[in-house]
């Protein structure tokens, strides 16, 4: 049996666009691709024996992990794409093949990022899901604009920015105005600034990209492909490893461990049924009371006062 080396996707799945993939940014992709997978194996590993059996933010970057390997198998198949026209530098590239599974991966991975966040955070619920929707009001405006022919593109690339903006005011200040009930503020700190370091870059990677023509596609694969390992790969064990420190029952994030119902030990001691007291009495005169049952009676005899 021979192994062939050589990559042979475009046979089978060719490239289209004045600007598209070539081989060598292919053969990139599939690097990315491994990285992605061997982390999520790794990730799947270490949340097996976690500490104290807390495993949130295992759950969280495990699920985006897988998620950018699958993204990035597909983009490096040379699948996950459409030509889209341009407006900008016709004369050199009048189409530029756009992948839309990157996309698809960013409306996983982000959200993950967010929540973690904000788990460490401390903020609310409602808080959390609020940066949620500012994480998919950013990549949807990109995705659209991505995939609109004239100008007016950039008036989703604005909206899409806008909202990285409030996203960044709430995790780089609401979020840090939360951590400082916790002891590991300082942690949060490095992680929110980690974050939002990759994130600053994004908008300026889709305006040479997808959005104006810049670069080709190759190069597009090459430049979001590192922010994405950087970003997601990084904050992913960055998590892990800092959180081994944190105490997760201040923070309120033992449930992975409990489970929702708490363990009997903390349930308030009741008699069990059937151990209930049952009694009866009777008496005769003024006053005399009768009853049955868990403090349930009949009163006979009772006068009322005058």
């Not at 030509?83 to 960013?106: G, M």
């Amino acid at each position: 049996m021979s192994v062939h080396a050589r990559n042979d996707v475009f046979d089978t799945n060719p490239a289209s666009g004045a600007r598209s993939l070539t081989q060598g940014g292919s053969n990139w992709l599939w690097a990315v691709t491994a990285v992605f997978a061997i982390s999520s194996l790794v990730l799947l590993v270490l949340g097996l024996r976690p500490r104290h059996g807390e495993r949130i933010f295992h759950y969280l970057f495990t699920i985006a992990l897988l998620v950018g390997a699958i993204t990035y198998f597909a983009m490096a198949s040379d699948l996950g794409w459409s030509v889209v026209r341009q407006h900008l530098r016709v004369s050199e590239a009048a189409t530029y093949q756009v992948f839309f599974a990157k996309y698809i991966f960013w409306v996983v991975a982000f959200p993950a990022i967010v929540i973690a966040l904000g788990l460490a955070s401390g903020v609310s619920w409602a808080t959390i899901v609020y940066n949620i929707f500012l994480t998919w009001i950013w990549i949807i405006s990109y995705l659209v604009g991505a995939y609109t022919r004239t100008r007016y593109k950039w008036g989703f690339f604005t909206s899409g920015t806008v909202a990285y903006l409030l996203l960044a005011y709430q995790t780089l200040w609401s979020g840090w105005s939360a951590s400082r009930r916790f002891p590991h503020q300082r942690d949060y700190t490095l992680l929110a600034g980690y974050a939002n370091l990759f994130w600053l870059i994004y908008p300026i990677a889709w305006a040479v990209t997808d959005g104006g023509n810049v670069i080709g596609v190759t190069q597009m694969a090459i430049f979001f492909g590192i922010l994405d390992v950087l970003l997601v790969c990084g904050l992913a064990f960055a998590f892990i490893f800092l959180s081994k420190g944190w105490d997760h029952h201040l923070m309120h994030l033992h449930f992975t461990r409990d489970g929702r119902v708490p363990h009997a030990r903390e349930f308030h001691e009741k008699h069990p049924i059937g151990e209930r007291g049952v009694g009866a009495g009777a008496g005769t005169g003024t006053g005399a009371t009768a009853g049955a049952g868990d403090g349930v009676g009949t009163t006979a005899g009772y006068t009322q006062p005058v």
